[in-house]
């Protein structure tokens, strides 16, 4: 067979080829202290990239900046700012008139005069009326012809960034210019309305006025979002100005317009952005703070801006049903906050990214679930929290003390598997290290044997000693009102993660309960929140305990419950939970009586209390007198410790004695 042929070129960008896998240990275990601090996966992941990971800045501090963009942009001016200028402008003209008429003693210059004097307050109507008047001095003539160009490039200016100073000392061919590209825009707006828009189009058009749009968009959908942003936001001056402004602002716009022959294509282009994009917000108020006055263009770039940093607080706040990374448009992070801004939500969405491709999360219904994988590292976890909060005495291996703990021996021997508690045979282990070794590895060795793991060998019995482990927990809302819902969470996922890496023999159920009790399944234990409802049925939760524990007869009963509150709830000869407050003597009753039920059984109730409330010291009391179990009140932040050792003492058991 011939070898395969590889080819090679240039690398153009992307991902670093060469980079290492991309490690998210850290950003779980950061999500799991979360998850184990009570959150659900969705909350514990929305929290992670709030605050950030691997040196990069959270959402949170992307959000910070945005806002601060928005108070810079609020104090940027006044919006009234060519109003303001035309005014100047025209009342300088017209002193500059005045002074070249007042020497004259012609009647002419007075006739003069009284046309001046005669003129409108409004500037809009001022300019158009002086639009025909014959000045006699070169400085006012001038002066207005300022005023005329100044409104030309400013209402370009507000529906296309740049113009005003593209067009600063424009020809005459420049405007001629200007008004073909509006009707070639608008004649590919019309072709695109009617399905006959086609890229060739758009590049032709591109090329022809590309100078016009600094921004180079690459598609007609780009330019539309960019002309119909700035056109929301010049609607949205007007809108925010007093009414006599508004309506001054509008007659001089409308005079300039008219006067470059450009009103019925500015209309027509208005129009059909309107149509392109009616979810922009073309209307409602902005209240700018500050002092010195912008020109239209300016304060139309100004709103522009403020409306997409808007748009970006929405996304990057994340409080909206279905709320994503990929909701934030990367473009308009550069635009606002520069490039290493991008470079941090990139980092963000990697995160998000990998922890679904890696194999820890996975979405069902929506939502966000830990996979069994995930699961496993977070019970190890938990474990590791519980273990470092025990005494030192209490640490080191848990097995059974007695040689004889795990059943009578049978005289045979099988290879040793991790979790086995059987007694290790030495004998065979020995010899098995010397087959393997030989007597050319053991000279080498200098004459000392070194076992491997493949050596062990144990006892084989005719019965191991196992547990049958059921945990309890309480989950109705006072578990989180009280702030013990994380502890519970912890201990429970510590529990499970021991029985079934450390004691594989043993079998667990967690089973959690509040108005109804029910079992939760590993992947379920690590997403679980407290239930908002109201009910404390540990009657039901001891039946399906109770039910495990028939299911493995030969096996030591270990039963612990975690709960802050006596039973308010128990199921009725229907089967439907009945909640009551204060509890009903009958719920009481029957939750005692499947405590003599285990009693029976033989399995032993040790209750972990986490409230000092009287009713349920009375209650719990009551447990322990008829069960003979234990009672502990462990602080919420041990409780962990209390519940594992617990259960390392319990599943030595009576039988193994």
Not at 173 to 179: E, G, I
Request: aromatic share 6%.
């Amino acid at each position: 067979m011939s070898a395969p042929a590889y080819r090679y070129g240039a690398w153009h960008g992307g991902r670093d080829p060469l980079e290492p896998p991309f490690d998210v240990a850290a950003a779980l275990d950061e999500m799991g202290d979360a998850v184990l601090d009570g959150a659900s996966p969705g909350e514990a992941l929305r929290s992670l990239l709030r605050r950030g990971a691997e040196g990069r800045r959270g959402l949170d501090d992307l959000l910070r900046d945005v806002r601060r963009r928005q108070r810079e942009a609020r104090s940027r001016g006044r919006l009234d700012g060519t109003l303001e200028q035309v005014r100047e402008m025209l009342e300088r003209a017209l002193d500059q008139e005045r002074a070249a008429q007042f020497p004259d003693p012609d009647d002419s210059a007075r006739l003069a005069e009284a046309e001046l004097d005669a003129l409108p307050r409004d500037p809009a109507s001022a300019v158009r009326q002086l639009g025909d008047y014959e000045w006699r001095s070169p400085e006012a003539r001038a002066t207005y012809d300022e005023i005329k160009d100044l409104l030309r490039r400013e209402v370009l200016d507000s529906q296309f960034r740049g113009m005003k100073d593209a067009l600063a000392n424009a020809s005459p061919q420049d405007m001629a210019r200007v008004k073909d590209m509006l009707a070639d825009l608008n004649a590919m707006l019309a072709a695109d309305a009617r399905g006959e828009h086609t890229q060739e189009q758009f590049d032709d058009f591109m090329g022809s006025y590309g100078d016009f749009f600094p921004a180079n968009p690459q598609s007609l959908d780009e330019l539309v979002d960019e002309l119909a942003r700035r056109a929301a936001a010049a609607a949205r001056l007007l809108d925010s100005l007093t009414p006599q402004q508004r309506e001054e602002l509008a007659n001089l716009m409308a005079t300039a317009m008219a006067d470059m022959g450009l009103a019925s294509e500015m209309a027509q282009l208005s129009d059909a952005l309107r149509a392109k994009r009616p979810d922009l917000p073309w209307g409602g108020r902005e209240r700018m703070r500050g002092s010195e006055p912008m020109g239209l263009g300016d304060a139309t770039t100004a709103l522009a801006e403020m409306a997409d940093l808007e748009e970006l607080d929405a996304a990057l706040g994340q409080d909206y049903p279905g709320a994503s990374l990929d909701d934030v448009d990367p473009q308009a992070v550069e635009r606002a906050l520069g490039r290493a801004a991008v470079d941090d939500l990139a980092a963000l969405r990697r995160i998000e990214r990998e922890l679904e491709r890696q194999g820890y999360l996975t979405r069902q219904g929506g939502q966000l679930e830990l996979t069994p994988r995930a699961v496993r590292r977070l019970g190890a976890t938990a474990l590791r929290r519980v273990f470092a909060a025990l005494e030192a005495r209490g640490r080191g291996d848990h097995d059974i003390a007695d040689a004889g703990a795990a059943g009578e021996i049978t005289g045979g021997s099988r290879a040793w598997r991790f979790g086995d508690s059987q007694p290790l045979d030495v004998v065979r282990t020995v010899r098995n290290a010397v087959l393997r070794a030989g007597p050319i590895e053991r000279d080498r060795q200098g004459g000392r044997l070194r076992l491997a793991v493949e050596d062990f060998e144990v006892v084989e019995t005719e019965r191991r000693t196992s547990a049958a482990v059921c945990l309890l927990v309480d989950l109705s809302y006072s578990m989180a009102l009280r702030g013990t819902w994380g502890a519970a969470k912890t201990t429970a996922m510590a529990l499970h993660s021991l029985v079934t890496t450390k004691f594989p023999q043993d079998s667990i159920e967690v089973i959690g309960f509040s108005d109804y009790a029910r079992v939760l399944r590993p992947t379920e234990l690590a997403g679980l929140s407290w239930d908002m409802v109201q009910g404390t049925n540990l009657q039901h939760a001891l039946v399906i305990a109770a039910r495990h524990l028939a299911r493995h007869p030969d096996a030591e009963p270990v039963v612990l419950v975690v709960t802050d509150g006596e039973p308010t709830a128990h199921l009725t000869r229907s089967g439907r939970a009945l909640f009551s407050w204060p509890p009903l003597p009958e719920t009481l009753e029957l939750t005692l009586a499947e405590v003599e039920k285990m009693t029976r059984r033989g399995a032993t109730i040790n209750v972990f209390m986490l409230d000092d409330e009287p009713r349920l010291v009375n209650f719990v009391q009551q447990i322990a007198k008829r069960n003979g179990g234990r009672v502990f009140s462990p602080d919420p932040s041990r409780l962990g410790s209390y519940v594992v050792s617990d259960y390392l003492r319990a599943r030595r058991g009576r039988r193994g004695r």
